[in-house]
């Protein structure tokens, strides 16, 4: 694991003077090597991100430029664009409400060129998502929708321009724009620059006349080269989290704030140009560029499974449909979306999905219906999760439905249960799940997160977070999958709608939190089965998780020591004779429960490898605000 590579400095510090402080008593710990409790779920870890935090757009979505089809406009003008008359040139520009290139984009960027020619041409530049991120020598593949009042207006120049210097660092024209919506398409490639964010996209007219723009649309390269795809960066973040599902498409965007803004996947589809986009709860619009097919190849592409989420009749702000035929149009919605995700190229949707470019089914095992469907005061929820189940079961069996809220009439398959807490909140909470009725339904943690710590969380959290996950991994017979929420957050300055976030990043750098690498660690490190164990004098500060996984003759020791002082443990590994002399050990630990990763700190708080000896008995000291896992040989 090279991610995890061995930093020694400050960490080492914490860890040698925190030895000459008070100590907790010691606790002991023991493992019944040979012993499982109970198997872990195959898809245990998982992801759940929604548009939030300009985690999509600006975000995971590889696209540069911001507002590309213009749906951003008011009293302040066109977001994200401007006019750059060179010159002589004189234009202006606003949004066109009655002139578009699709039925879906009835509207576009109307410039009104009064003067332009060819030493002094009429532009606007579009500034990006806080910037463009431009690397030497790549090429950026763009395309834009134009329209003239007159055909032979000419080319259009379309370049990338550095801020600072004004410096042009791509350039490239497109073919002669006609008097209808054509897409131009074209290559920007960049020589050897030097890399940087400070950059712009500017589309330049000669020639006087109207022009309308739509789509106007930039690529870098993107995840396995995907065309509309996602960011490298965070897709190899995401990859790192050793997870097995995504959990599609949220949260809150699912629903939306009204019943017309729920994330209505068939809008999603196809070409952008007929992708009308959406406004997302969380107050901006959404491109819909990420649609339900790249959330689906996004799974494909971390070899993971999709864990569909379909909007079943409640919205945000309150409203809901009532259960029966009302309902009837959005259960359908929802039984042509599974069929979209899992049907054969002989059924209709399946066969929309091959036409656009995926033949092959995309594997999926569990629906859930809604979200966090309490919120709805009029206790619509039995019946709907009750007519969506009856549906969806009697088309499909073997899924396992989820429901968002408690049910008073049927028990679901799985409950979807949210925690968002403090770091002290957890650690009083670890034992919530223990004595947790095994007859019921099971349970899938969809969104839980430590909340300390802004943008991303601090070390603070990470040790809720890993309190937390030794509890969820102890009751693994019950939890069959767990996500934390949100992912990603967009750091530049009002990027962010939700504090205390996992992943943070700009237009061109990317970092994870503390609690990211522990949950890097636990993820990497799972284990198939639970081990019997025994423990004492652990406090209400200390915790651990023992698991192992016997095919790969690993035993997995996970210690969280919350304290401010060092834990002396006492660890016996009974039941084995096989155990080598030396594991494996990472440490995420340091000064204080503030400490955290930056945008332009992102390496201060991350895991540090080391061997340690180990036999049946040892002791074992886990210095203060420290996660450790460590891995035994068993074979
Ligand atoms: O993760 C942020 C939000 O928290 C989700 O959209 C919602 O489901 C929850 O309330």
């Not at 049910?407 to 949210?418: A, G």
Request: charged share 20%; net charge negative.
């Amino acid at each position: 694991m090279n991610r995890l590579t061995s930093y020694a400095s400050a960490f080492a510090v914490v860890c040698c003077s925190a030895l000459m402080q008070a100590q907790q008593p010691a606790a002991r710990i023991t493992v019944q090597v040979n012993k499982p409790l109970h198997a872990i779920g195959p898809k245990f870890y998982g992801l759940m991100t929604e548009e939030i935090n300009y985690s999509y757009d600006g975000g995971l979505y590889g696209e540069l430029v911001r507002n590309r089809t213009f749906q951003d406009h008011g009293f302040g003008g066109v977001a994200n664009w401007n006019l750059d008359n060179m010159g002589s040139a004189r234009s202006s520009m606003e949004v066109d409400e009655n002139e578009g290139p699709s039925a879906a984009l009835a509207h576009s960027l109307r410039l009104d060129i009064a003067h332009a020619d060819a030493q002094n041409s009429a532009a606007v530049r579009n500034e990006g998502y806080w910037g463009m991120a431009l690397s030497p020598n790549t090429t950026y593949k763009g395309s834009l929708y134009a329209k003239a009042d007159a055909d032979g207006f000419g080319p259009l120049t379309v370049s990338l321009v550095n801020d600072v210097t004004g410096k042009t660092l791509a350039s490239t024209t497109t073919t002669t724009v006609s008097g209808d919506w054509k897409k131009y398409e074209f290559n920007l490639k960049t020589a050897q620059i030097t890399a940087s964010s400070n950059n712009h996209l500017l589309i330049a007219a000669t020639h006087t006349g109207k022009l309308w723009l739509s789509v106007v649309s930039l690529f870098p390269p993107t995840y396995k080269g995907r065309e509309n795809g996602n960011r490298p960066d965070l897709m190899a973040l995401l990859a790192g989290m050793h997870p097995k599902f995504l959990r599609l498409p949220g949260g809150n965007y699912l629903e939306g704030d009204q019943i017309d803004e729920r994330f209505d996947w068939k809008t999603t589809l196809g070409p952008l140009v007929d992708r009308p986009t959406h406004r997302s709860p969380w107050n901006y619009q959404s491109s819909d560029g990420m649609g339900l097919l790249e959330f689906l190849e996004w799974t494909e592409d971390l070899n993971i499974e999709p864990v569909l989420a379909v909007y079943a009749g409640y919205s945000l702000k309150g409203d809901h449909i009532a259960p029966g035929p009302a309902l009837t149009p959005f259960l359908d919605d929802a039984l042509d979306e599974i069929e979209f995700v899992t049907g054969d190229t002989s059924t209709k949707w399946g066969a929309v999905r091959a036409k656009l470019g995926h033949p092959a089914p995309f594997p999926l095992q569990y629906v859930e219906i809604g979200n966090e469907d309490w919120f709805d005061k009029s206790k619509s929820y039995d019946g709907r999760y009750t007519q969506y189940y009856k549906a969806i079961k009697s088309k499909y069996p073997n899924l396992q439905l989820i429901a968002t809220a408690p049910l008073t009439r049927m028990k679901p398959d799985v409950l979807d249960d949210h925690y968002y807490k403090r770091a002290d909140e957890f650690f009083d909470f670890v034992k919530h799940y223990d004595t947790a009725d095994r007859n019921g339904p099971k349970i899938f943690v969809g969104e839980w997160a430590t909340r300390e710590g802004s943008p991303t969380t601090n070390l603070g959290a990470a040790l809720g977070d890993a309190a937390w996950m030794t509890a969820m991994e102890r009751n693994s017979d019950l939890i069959v999958m767990a996500s934390y929420a949100p992912l990603f957050v967009n750091v530049s300055p009002g990027g962010m709608q939700w504090e205390s976030d996992l992943i943070g990043y700009d237009a061109s750098r990317s970092y994870g939190s503390p609690g990211y690498y522990a949950q890097a660690l636990f993820g990497e490190f799972l284990g198939t089965e639970v081990s019997t164990s025994q423990s004492s004098n652990t406090g209400d500060r200390f915790f651990y998780s023992s698991t192992a996984d016997p095919a790969k003759g690993e035993v997995y020791l996970k210690l969280v020591n919350a304290n401010s002082t060092p834990q002396p443990v006492s660890l016996e590994f009974a039941g084995t004779k096989a155990l080598s002399k030396s594991a494996t050990l990472y440490s995420l630990g340091g000064t204080n429960p503030a400490i955290t990763n930056s945008i332009d700190d992102p390496k201060r708080v991350i895991p540090v490898k080391s061997t340690v000896k180990v036999s049946s008995t040892f002791e074992h000291t886990v210095p203060p605000y420290t996660v450790q896992v460590m891995v035994l040989r068993n074979r």
